[in-house]
């Protein structure tokens, strides 16, 4: 499916209000190579507003160059409102015109395109080239942030991916079993190492008393003979 013609006529309209908002911004009211002319046409991946010579100079770049679209007649997507607010001549001239000495001529303007775009030769060794990067967080004159889908830029630390914190996993303790030292103190076993240590005083007493309850002395012994009734007699 064709993105534009997901674009109804109310949005439209609503870009075109935007371009010519755009277009009035002194920095944005001529255009951005030839520095001559009015603007009515953009690279939509440059991010400038150019004239309608340049914009044909730019179409012989190569869409992996310039794509141009024009303010008036072309349907935009919100992404590249987006970015053009974003971006404009002032801030892509301060990237691509960095290192150029105001004794360029600019006569032959197709040569300076070339040379500017293609050849990089005056672009700033220092600074990224304004992107998709410049579209997060960036509030625009027209009021709010930019309103790009989320397929088509970076995070930023501002989302809301990540205030969501994760889940959190309830940490399992395992018991330790006893050692063998306790065991030892809970069953008052004798220690492991040398000999083992004499029976107590108290552990003799006990079994004397045991034994005391099982063999009864004789004196104490109550002994009742009882004759036997059917013993045979012998003379």
Do not use: C, F
């Given at each position: 499916m064709n993105d534009k013609a997901s674009v109804s006529k109310e949005l439209n309209a609503k870009h075109a209000k935007i371009l010519e908002g755009l277009l009035k911004l002194p920095e944005n009211r001529e255009c951005a190579d030839c520095r001559g002319r009015a603007p009515r046409w953009a690279s939509i991946n440059l991010g400038i507003f150019i004239c309608l010579q340049c914009s044909g100079?730019?179409?012989?770049?190569?869409?992996?160059?310039?794509?141009?679209?024009?303010?008036?007649?072309?349907t935009w997507l919100?992404?590249?409102?987006s970015f053009m607010q974003c971006v404009g001549n002032e801030k892509s001239n301060n990237y691509w015109e960095a290192d150029l000495s105001a004794s360029v001529d600019r006569s032959d303007i197709g040569k300076f395109i070339r040379t500017k775009y293609q050849d990089k030769k005056w672009a700033s060794r220092y600074n990224p080239q304004p992107g998709l990067s410049d579209m997060i967080g960036e509030t625009s004159d027209f009021g709010g942030k930019a309103d790009v889908p989320r397929k088509a830029r970076k995070?930023?630390?501002?989302?809301d991916v990540f205030s969501i914190q994760p889940p959190q996993v309830p940490t399992t303790t395992r018991s330790r079993g006893v050692s063998l030292d306790t065991m030892d103190e809970f069953l008052n076993?004798?220690?492991?190492?040398?000999?083992?240590?004499?029976?107590?005083?108290?552990?003799?007493?006990?079994?004397?008393?045991l034994f005391s309850l099982l063999y009864a002395?004789?004196?104490?012994?109550?002994?009742?003979?009882?004759?036997?009734?059917?013993?045979?007699?012998f003379e």
């Open positions: 100079i730019h179409r012989s770049l190569g869409v992996h160059i310039s794509k141009v679209r024009s303010t008036t007649l072309d919100p992404e590249q409102i995070y930023s630390l501002e989302e076993l004798p220690p492991k190492n040398g000999l083992m240590s004499a029976p107590s005083v108290k552990h003799k007493e006990d079994t004397q008393d002395p004789e004196g104490n012994q109550d002994r009742t003979i009882v004759p036997p009734s059917r013993w045979a007699t």
